[in-house]
């Protein structure tokens, strides 16, 4: 059973750096796109940034500059480098894993639903 394991959080005050990381427990021969999303208390989750399989990495402009997305496939983690946190940073943080593209063509790694995370709490206080 594959698992999402997210650790790192925190509380810092504004401008201080969290780095968060997401390991991913089983794996198999599909590829996958990681992502970051993030739940302030009283919102929907929101969507951060994500790494495709293919080492694009895409961001959100509330984040753009500040945070990092990157991933050692050697220990099958994604981290979250976060620097200048502001206050409206704070929130839970979930990472996501889902199906690439390039596995598409695949029926058994196209039929895997994305997983989640527990998520890790981020909190920056002003």
């Known amino acids: 059973q594959v698992r999402l394991f997210e650790s790192g959080g925190g509380s810092v005050q504004a401008g201080g750096s969290l780095r968060l990381s997401c390991v991913v427990f089983?794996?198999?021969?599909?590829?996958?796109?990681l992502s970051w999303y993030r739940q302030a208390a009283g919102k929907e989750r929101e969507f951060i940034s994500e790494?495709?399989?293919?080492?694009?990495?895409t961001y959100i402009d509330a984040v753009k500059g500040r945070f990092t997305i990157s991933q050692d496939t050697a220990k099958n983690t994604v981290y979250l480098q976060m620097n200048d946190l502001k206050p409206e940073d704070t929130a839970m943080y979930y990472c996501?894993?889902?199906?690439?593209?390039?596995?598409?063509?695949?029926?058994?790694?196209?039929?895997?639903?994305?997983?989640w995370g527990q998520g890790t709490q981020v909190t920056v206080s002003s």
């Open positions: 790494i495709y399989n293919s080492g694009r990495t």
């Open positions: 089983g794996h198999n021969s599909c590829s996958y796109d």
């Open positions: 996501k894993r889902s199906t690439a593209i390039e596995s598409m063509g695949s029926i058994s790694c196209a039929s895997e639903p994305p997983i």
